[in-house]
């Protein structure tokens, strides 16, 4: 291999698997949410200046708190740089600063493949009524991923954002990529890029990795393996995704025999794993179900969703085509009702009886 290529330049610096666990090791058990406050319908809405809510962050953080929560998985935007690059990275500052207040850390997210492919910056759509995640948006868009005349200019992104925080505690860890090669089958599928997605995302991510690896974190990389089971062979994008990843991250929506399954065949990277999106109680995937396996393997546990509101994922993914407003019979993710009332009280109980058994 050209030791000059992208993948060869991310894989040098790689952590160690001794590495890698010993880290791991040094953490308490790793559990939060994939969150997102209420008042957003998307990472910009979260971000933008004009509609930036400290005090929302604040109040919905301390309820993930008292669940015995300490890690958020958080999603960015490359817009957000381009728009006000020290403005964004001060209210970075300001989340972590409003997150470490309730004892919790952060996984961030870089770029995301799924649901709209064209973001704009600017005032963001209200919600569709009944329809899940109806506003959220993919970065880099799609008018980026088709150009690689584009990708450099990506690059001042992942290394302004790494440097500023590559040694603050408060970031646990950097996704680079979520779903990279999400079709978006169910919603966008014929504005986006099919099974092209995965060959035109392959060469961006590599790059991605290698920005990530020169800003010199003290922080470990993933990007999620997601899609199909995670049998051998791998798909060739999946390959790299572990291959250059310093800890391992995967998606399941699973019912716990099926998550057994998904996880053990990730085992033989002996690395440590994370669990970075499940909860869909209509399959299956609920608190009760499926944590206590993943806090008894120790796997890090991030579930869709915290507090429902305008992103509007208690509806499940099928909404884009059968809406259900004004709520549907079975929230598919999120906790908590907007003004902090629990969905289940049930569920808050299990949570804290799991969480205040951590030693």
């Given amino acids: 291999m050209n030791p000059e290529t992208p993948q060869a330049a991310a894989k040098s610096d790689r952590w160690s698997a001794e ?62 740089w381009t728009q006000d690059a020290p403005g964004f990275l001060d209210r970075l500052d300001q989340f972590l600063a409003i997150a470490d207040k309730h004892g919790i850390g952060a996984m961030l997210v870089f770029f995301d493949s799924c649901w709209h492919p064209f973001p704009r910056l600017g005032r963001q759509p209200e919600p569709e009524p009944g329809v899940h995640n109806s506003g959220w948006v993919q970065s ?26 590559r040694a603050d505690r408060r970031v646990q860890v950097w996704d680079l990529w979520n779903e990279p090669e999400n079709p978006n089958a169910n919603s966008y599928a014929p504005r986006d890029l099919g099974e092209r997605k995965a060959a035109v995302v392959r060469p961006l991510l590599e790059h991605v990795f290698a920005w990530a690896r020169a800003a010199r974190p003290t922080q470990p990389l993933t990007s999620c393996v997601w899609n199909g089971d995670f049998s051998m062979p791998l798909s060739p994008l999946a390959t ?32 440590p794993l994370l669990c970075t999106e499940y909860l869909s109680r209509p399959t299956g995937s609920t608190f009760h179900a499926v944590l206590p396996y993943l806090k008894a393997e120790r796997i890090a546990a991030y579930n869709w969703g915290l507090v429902a509101g305008k992103t ?18 079975l929230w598919f993710h999120d906790i908590f009702r907007a003004d902090g009332t629990p969905y289940l009280p049930v569920e808050i109980q299990f949570l804290k009886s799991l969480t205040a058994r951590q030693g």
């Fill in 19 to 80: 590495r890698a666990n010993a880290w791991y090791d040094a953490q308490p058990w790793l559990l939060g949410c994939n969150f997102i406050p209420s008042c957003a319908i998307n990472q910009l809405e979260m971000w933008q200046p004009e509609t930036f809510a400290p005090a929302v962050l604040d109040r919905e953080l301390g309820w993930a708190a008292e669940l015995g929560m300490n890690s958020v998985r958080v999603f960015l935007h490359d817009l957000l």
């Fill in 140 to 165: 880099p868009g799609l008018a980026v991923i088709r150009d690689p005349a584009r990708f450099a200019a990506l690059e001042p992104y992942i290394t302004g954002v790494v440097s500023r925080f």
């Fill in 240 to 271: 790299m995704q572990t291959q250059l990843s310093d800890v391992i991250s995967y998606h399941s929506y699973d019912a716990l025999p099926a998550l057994r399954i998904r996880t053990e065949q990730l085992r033989q990277f002996n690395r």
């Fill in 312 to 329: 509007q994922t208690n509806f499940p993914w099928d909404s884009w085509q059968n809406p259900s407003p004004p709520e549907p019979p």
